[in-house]
């Protein structure tokens, strides 16, 4: 009979495990006190999670003593460090996030990335690094004003320049705001920033995605939209930082 299938860990104990790996690593011993203070919790909240991983045969662990991780369990472990460390890089060098901001969130995604996920995010990283053209598109990236704040202007052969904004999709563009109703267009960028900007991307209005302007108000003010099937409503000032290339007439 084949051996059974080691259990699913939650993402709380997948966190312990790469920490311990890490203090093992880094001192050849972890201690409960130690995992607190590296997680910046209390050791009371600790010992209960270690007794659940000696449980289920992930750890050697006994109360106040050493803790330590068989061979096995340690790939899990380094699986897990591999996808924080990658997606770390990823959010920080590539993104431009904060280091404290890309370890956070780094922690919160690493335990959902497929391998799949993994080995296209570790091409992405072998073409920036070694392509003199990825090389150049991280530049690039990171140098444009439309996409970084405080970013250079673009160069005259640039096709974001000017009045070219959205030459992928092509077309008439136009911002939200200036629609008629019944008028759809495909979203390029949103120019808006901070709670603004963040409260147009959750509504799902992202790039590529297809509005239509359904009603104003009689004073103007708010729209009605229909995204992704769903009609919502949005302020004028947040609809004209939305950059549209259009899609039908009135």
């Known amino acids: 009979m084949a051996d059974a299938a080691p259990p699913r860990l939650t993402s709380a104990l997948e966190d312990y495990l790469e920490t311990i790996y890490q203090l093992v690593r880094a001192n050849k011993v972890a201690r409960v006190k130690d995992i607190a203070a590296a997680r910046g919790v209390r050791s009371a909240s600790v010992s209960p999670a270690m007794k659940r991983l000696a449980d289920l045969g992930f750890i050697r662990y006994e109360q106040r003593e050493y803790i330590d991780l068989t061979p096995e369990v340690a790939k899990v472990a380094r699986r897990v460090l591999s996808r924080h460390l990658l997606l770390t890089r990823f959010l920080n060098q590539f993104l431009g996030i904060s280091p404290s901001q890309s370890e956070e969130d780094a922690c919160a995604m690493e335990h959902s990335l497929s391998p799949e996920g993994m080995s296209h995010l570790v091409k992405l990283f072998e073409f ?3 392509c003199p053209a990825g090389r150049r598109f991280l530049e690039q990236f990171h140098g444009c004003h439309l996409v970084q704040e405080g970013g250079s202007d673009c160069p005259e052969s640039c096709p974001y320049r000017g009045e070219s904004h959205g030459y992928l999709a092509g077309g008439e563009q136009k911002t939200l705001d200036t629609l008629l109703p019944g008028e759809e267009g495909r979203v390029i960028r949103v120019e808006g920033q901070g709670a603004i900007r963040q409260r147009i991307l959750d509504m799902g209005l992202l790039p590529g995605v297809k509005v239509q302007l359904e009603r104003v108000a009689p ?10 099937g769903f009609q919502l409503s949005l302020r004028r000032r947040e ?11 009135r």
């Not at 004073?219 to 992704?228: C, E, H, S």
């Not at 609809?239 to 007439?249: D, R, S, V």
């Open 219 to 228: 004073v103007g003010d708010p729209l009605w939209i229909r995204v992704q």
């Open 239 to 249: 609809a004209m930082t939305i950059q549209l290339t259009m899609l039908t007439g």
């Open 128 to 130: 920036l690094d070694n």
